[in-house]
């Protein structure tokens, strides 16, 4: 029996791979989407926070965001969840992207954009590039369903997993901040 989240997100999938898709989106999409490969164009983010002095301490903290969800969301919630993905769970789903080599629950695409996305938002020196980066992050979940890699709820359990690594690096932060000033 197929759980209700399952036949929302099979209903979505279905409707994207159907009335969505066509040629000129898919190349567009799929480029888009292998961004996100191994958190490379967060990775590259952080990089260059890091690189200037004024954004350093959010390029820190984008760091420890990424390596906090590179650690809940690869190392435990995939491996403990264990989610088929769509397409290999459902003959009908049509995934336009390589198969992909580890679990479906939660999407770790959307996880790394919105844990990187976190620290630049809510710092006001990186504010305006950091909603630049949330507009990313919004286009890499969404790329995420419309190539049929992932669940709707996965990308939704990778954005929640996301937002709470990117507040707790902020919060580790500022802490150890407080403990720096000391």
């Known amino acids: 029996m197929i759980s209700w989240i399952t036949q929302i997100d099979l209903h979505i999938l279905y409707y994207v791979q159907d009335n969505l898709r066509n040629e000129v989106l898919n190349g567009v999409v799929k480029a888009f989407t292998s961004l996100g490969n191994y958190g490379l164009i967060w990775i590259l983010f952080t990089l260059a926070l890091l690189i200037y002095s004024d954004t350093r301490k959010v390029g820190i903290m984008c760091a420890v965001a990424l390596i906090l969800d590179l650690i809940v969301c690869n190392g435990i919630l995939k491996n403990v969840i264990a989610r088929t993905r769509p397409y290999d769970a459902f003959e009908n789903i049509r ?3 390589p198969p992909q080599q580890d679990y479906s629950f939660p999407s770790g695409h ?3 954009s919105f844990a990187a ?3 630049a938002i809510v710092n006001k020196n990186t504010r305006k590039i950091g909603i630049a980066a949330l ?3 919004i286009l890499m979940a969404v ?3 419309y190539v049929c890699v992932h669940y709707p709820s996965d990308v939704v359990g ?3 997993v996301g937002l709470l690594c990117g507040i707790a690096s902020c ?3 500022e802490k150890f901040m407080q403990i720096k000033d000391k």
Do not use: M, N
């Open 135 to 137: 507009i990313v992050a």
């Open 158 to 160: 990778g954005l929640i």
């Open 171 to 173: 919060k580790i932060f």
């Open 143 to 145: 790329s995420r369903i």
């Open 110 to 112: 959307t996880a790394s």
């Open 117 to 119: 996305v976190v620290p």
């Open 95 to 97: 995934c336009i992207v």
